[in-house]
């Protein structure tokens, strides 16, 4: 089967702009949950979905939204780019809500802002 | 602050050797969970272990939780090169919505 994918892999896009990312679960994989990983740093939650509701939220800007589809694919959205957003944007998934299994994380979208 | 923190921050050896690396946390958890993460790229999931569990093993993987002084070690045994990667804990916090909350990770270099 195929793993997480994650699209595009890389990214370059200037501040104040806005962006898209897209995630594909693994099948059968009913929660996606997205993270910010900046150079030297843990990944840091963003997002959770499950069933196509959020689930969790972490602590990040209105700029940051996401939503999922009924295919259980995952797209998230950063409005007004600042040079901070620049990071490893990952999307992981699981078949029930992250923490009480195992998360499947895709190989990330590395985004830079100039 | 992150709920956990992973020490030490790098750690060298050489091929052959065994690695521990240790997470502590702040809050009561309901599992936790390490990573592996090679060069800034996904991460791989290693072992979960739950809060009513002590110890648990996976290949050269040894994976120990002490609930009462909120920590956990990881241990590599017999390390390889291809064991070079940052590894990061995850706890999942009691009562909270299942969010994993990662550390800052334990960049460990395994020397051929």
């Known amino acids: 089967d195929a793993g997480v994918t994650q699209s595009p892999t890389h990214l370059i896009k200037t501040r104040g702009q806005q962006v898209t990312l897209r995630c594909s679960p693994i099948s059968g994989h009913k929660s996606v949950s997205w993270y910010q990983q900046v150079l030297g740093q843990g990944p840091q939650f963003i997002f959770q979905y499950y069933e196509k509701e959020e689930r969790g939220r972490g602590n990040f800007p209105d700029r940051f939204s996401a939503r999922q589809f009924p295919n259980y694919s995952s797209e998230l959205n950063v409005n007004a780019l600042l040079l901070g957003d620049s990071a490893l944007y990952l999307c992981a998934s699981s078949y029930t809500p992250a923490g009480s299994y195992e998360q499947y994380f895709g190989p990330g979208t590395r985004l830079t802002v100039t | ?112």
């Open chain 2, 1 to 112: 602050s992150q709920q956990g923190e992973e020490d030490p921050q790098a750690l060298s050896i050489q091929e052959g050797e065994n690695a521990t690396m240790n997470c502590s946390y702040k809050t009561s958890i309901n599992n936790l969970q390490w990573y592996r993460q090679n060069s800034g790229r996904g991460l791989v999931h290693l072992i979960l272990i739950r809060s009513n569990e002590r110890e648990k093993h996976s290949g050269r993987l040894r994976v120990t939780l002490d609930t009462s002084k909120k920590s956990s070690s990881l241990l590599i045994t017999a390390s390889r090169a291809a064991d070079t990667a940052s590894y990061f804990c995850a706890t999942d916090v009691t009562g909270g919505s299942y969010i994993p909350t990662f550390g800052r990770g334990t960049s460990l270099i395994v020397h051929p």
